[in-house]
DNA sequence: CTGAAAGCGCTAACAA
DNA sequence: TTGTTAGCGCTTTCAG
């Protein structure tokens, strides 16, 4: 078999181009000042040795990885699709990806540590919760951290989520308008902030009109965990005629119960609303009514800022940006659909 | 605003703690040969400074960077579940995870390429052709390259499959005992060596037993394709009464046309079985037939592979492994089960 | 515009 | 076991 080679660096290009080695690091570098002649030289003697710049030794000297570290809990549980758009982005701006899994059982900092020895430019962590010793050390080293779909009270952290409080505020109308008699919530773990948002949102605006009661169960944003959720709420004498879960998916296993186990129809015993509009939540088994996150503008945010402090020369403290991306209301089947041709709208 | 520091270095710790700086470096180095004193000292000053051993420079002098490429067109349609169990037993190796999606649009050449600037030590390709030209690069520069769910007719690649001819041939006879009489199979991208294989496997057990006619789609791996393929199939005069597609995404959207487009029951009027035993497969709406591809063993066979590779100090040519990881029948609800014996599976 | 020289932070010989 | 000395492959002054 072939003997493998070392692959060529930039001193092979530049004695085969008969330039100094500098010019081929130039020729390399847009912007830099190098005459149209001795770039073609050099370019053409790399394409010949397929010389490859070695990022590496460029993130040394530059000190500047170019990788942003992305970390969560669980990879199915946050969306595919937007780390799928994340990752195109990022690398359009020059900019990799690397993924952090963190196994919840475990000390999050430590593979965050990892990261840092990694020496990634800036961090994106979903579904994860920093101590607030490993932010300041972000902080105090220039780099920044932006929480996706989660909030912090620390002004030392971005973060970038959707409309947490307006959509559950619109499902909540959404849902008196279906004229529904009571109503539920299934919360997402208890101590997750998106949660609480959307548990808020929703039960203000029911409150606004007069709703004082809402049962309130919690489905651990687990598939188990609603399952067993919505089983409570459906065995109670009382049980609710519209149910809004916390997450899409929690949505669909308290539909799975409502009509394998309770032999519900829905919408019409039953309205069932979620948040996020996954990609199964428009298959037609569940055709789920639900309000959106937009991949796309969650992400068009999350690069934006990161490019920014980038741009600045890095994190510098000071402003930290809570980026709320609004979606909109996503009215399928699997709630009741207000009778008279009334306006959703914006309230208020 | 706090200032932002420059991290403290080897040489910083070395100072304080009144020793060499590749002391410093021996102390962080697992197996090198430094007194218990000397390391404490060491540990005691870094910990002080919160020293972090700057990963890249090691890069560069081991020309190792501990970073494996995952490349995939799309995401979602990769298992999720699978990237975070292989991101889990990487770190654990000590290797951390890149991920490189490929618009299918465009050059997948051109992504592979940023890739190996990056140094990445080795390569896990799903859903992607590489050129034949990149994959001789990387051997060439002795990184190793991993198919995954893929084939690959040229032994200069190593690869890690779920076994698709004996999964389809189980499927096959299976659906073969259920008594059906007229089958179909749902064949993903016309150029998947896997939908091949799983299209194979299953014709030619069916012809084993007198099957010789099987109606075959295409479905192109999309939702949206695999319900015009069925439509198709179903809108026959004579048409069949058991459908096999080659992935589970397939089957679902398959079975939500036979459902809702054309009011059959399903598995009495038709049976639908998938392939891959993807999570929404067990949901009760569904309750999906499959075989499955068993993600902790396809993640033991590709970290084996490459840890192997690394340990014995790079790809040296001569060795590609053509790993095919069994999985098993699972036996839900969406096709006929045969009469005689019920216990064919364990049905989870 | 170009080359020479000095490192980025670390590991790996080599002596001591 | 230790410290000293070279670099890893590149970018970046600094002269010319």
Redesign the pocket.
């Known amino acids: 078999m072939s003997k493998v080679h070392?692959?060529?660096?930039?001193?092979?290009?530049?004695k085969l181009a008969?330039?100094?080695?500098?010019?081929?690091?130039?020729a390399?570098?847009p912007g830099?000042?190098?005459?149209?002649?001795?770039?073609e030289k050099v370019l053409k003697a790399a394409k010949q040795l397929t010389?490859?710049?070695?990022?590496?030794?460029?993130s040394?000297?530059?000190?500047r990885s170019r990788i942003i570290g992305v970390s969560m809990t669980r990879l199915d549980q946050f969306n595919p699709h937007l780390l799928e758009v994340l990752n195109v982005r990022l690398r359009a701006h020059g900019y990799g990806t690397m993924i952090f899994v963190i196994d919840p059982t475990h000390d999050a900092d430590l593979v965050l540590d990892d990261a840092l020895q990694r020496q990634v430019d800036g961090f994106i962590l979903a579904s994860t919760r920093p101590s607030a010793a490993f932010v300041k050390e972000c902080n105090s080293v220039g780099i920044p951290v932006i929480l996706l779909n989660r909030y912090s009270d620390e002004r030392t952290i971005h973060s970038v989520t959707g409309d947490d409080i307006g959509g559950s505020r619109a499902i909540a109308r959404f849902l008196m308008e279906g004229g529904h008699k009571s109503y539920a919530f299934i919360a997402g773990q208890s101590d997750s902030s998106t949660s609480k948002r959307r548990e808020a949102g929703y039960t203000e605006e029911l409150g606004r009109h007069g709703v004082k009661d809402v049962m309130k169960v919690t489905g651990d944003y687990t598939w188990e965990g609603a399952c067993i959720a919505a089983r409570e709420l459906l065995s109670k004498p009382d049980r609710p005629d519209a149910i809004f879960c916390a997450s899409d998916y929690m949505a669909l296993a308290a539909l799975e119960v409502a009509r394998h186990e309770f032999s519900l129809s829905i919408p019409e015993d039953l309205s069932i609303v979620g948040f996020g509009d996954v990609v199964a939540a428009a298959w037609p088994s569940y055709s789920l009514t639900t309000y959106s996150n937009p991949v796309d503008r969650l992400v068009d945010e999350i690069v934006r800022i990161l490019i920014d402090i980038f741009s600045k020369g890095g994190q510098k403290g000071g402003k930290h940006e809570q980026a709320i991306v609004s979606g909109q209301l996503v009215v399928r089947e699997s709630a009741r659909i207000p009778a008279p041709a009334r306006e959703t709208g914006t309230g208020a």
Do not use: M
């Open positions: 070392r692959p060529s660096v930039a001193r092979d290009v530049a008969g330039v100094s080695q500098s010019a081929v690091s130039r390399f570098t830099a000042s190098i005459s149209a002649k001795t770039r010389y490859r710049p070695n990022i590496v030794a460029r040394l000297i530059t000190r």
